[in-house]
């Protein structure tokens, strides 16, 4: 299937490594001209060489490097078609664990990154009549996973944002989605299994096991096949799905509403 996704200008943040350079690989091997945004600078560099992509370094807490880095792509490569919202995860606790800068740190880093990407991309959509927007959230915005209070506190914001973004949005051609993804061999699932295991006193190989057995399909998500699902429905193929989210996760959640 042709995406149609050739002469598209795709933005990915957070896409220096996991779910988000993924996302950034497929974009770029079905053909979108893809700018790659994160901190490390030396390793987004090598990012963005692997995959033929375009690195625009960022800090996704600071707003107003958003907004100009938002320029800056749309100054070099001619405006932007795609944004793939993505944002290295509040770290895990519970609510004892936190105080209001934590919260509001948790805040800066998931849901307003995700509002003030947005802001800086739809001007440049609009008048290339029409584009859209992904959301990388959590399955946690299915069912809330303990010890993951601030994740499932910020990306469910998200969520609310995006379902009522593309009402307003619709008539200007822009689709807004969510994508959920399950556990995938990324370093975030492998930092969470360190601390579980850290916490229950157990093997980090134990952790993992655990996990895998808990998914019908037996094992932990590839990120490339997270990634093909992000290129699929920030394409052409996917023209008429707007508002929902997709979880990708193996079959592991039981919720109806997946």
């Known amino acids: 299937m042709d995406l149609g996704l050739a002469n598209k200008v795709a933005w990915v943040l957070g896409a220096s490594s996991g779910l988000g350079l993924a996302s950034a690989r497929v974009l770029a091997q079905e053909g979108a001209t893809v700018a790659l945004s994160a901190r490390g600078e030396d390793k987004l560099a090598a990012a963005a060489k692997d995959i033929g992509g375009h690195a625009f370094p960022l800090d996704v807490t600071d707003g107003d490097a958003i907004a100009a880095t938002g320029r800056a792509i749309e100054e070099r490569l001619g405006g932007i078609d795609i944004l793939v919202a993505n944002a290295g995860g509040p770290p895990p606790g519970t609510f004892d664990d936190f105080d209001d800068a934590a919260m509001l740190h948790a805040f800066d880093l998931t849901a307003a990154s995700a509002w003030r990407a947005t802001k800086a991309v739809l001007p440049s959509m609009r008048a290339r009549g029409g584009g859209a927007v992904v959301y990388i959230t959590s399955i946690t915005t299915k069912e809330v996973v303990d010890g993951l209070l601030l994740s499932n506190m910020m990306r469910a914001a998200v969520v609310g944002m995006a379902k009522t973004l593309a009402r307003e949005l619709a008539s200007d051609n822009i689709r807004v989605l969510c994508v959920a993804p399950g556990h995938h061999d990324?370093?975030?699932?492998?930092?969470?299994?360190?601390?579980?295991?850290?916490?229950?006193?157990?093997?980090?190989?134990?952790?993992?096991?655990?996990?895998?057995?808990?998914?019908?399909?037996?094992?932990?998500?590839?990120?490339?096949?997270?990634?093909?699902?992000?290129?699929?429905?920030?394409?052409?193929?996917?023209?008429?799905?707007?508002?929902?989210?997709?979880?990708?996760?193996g079959g592991q959640l039981r919720s109806m509403s997946t």
């Open 186 to 249: 990324t370093p975030r699932v492998r930092q969470l299994d360190e601390a579980r295991a850290t916490a229950e006193g157990k093997p980090v190989a134990e952790i993992k096991a655990r996990m895998a057995a808990s998914i019908p399909m037996g094992r932990l998500g590839d990120p490339l096949e997270f990634g093909n699902a992000v290129a699929f429905l920030a394409s052409e193929a996917a023209s008429y799905i707007s508002g929902v989210t997709l979880t990708v996760d």
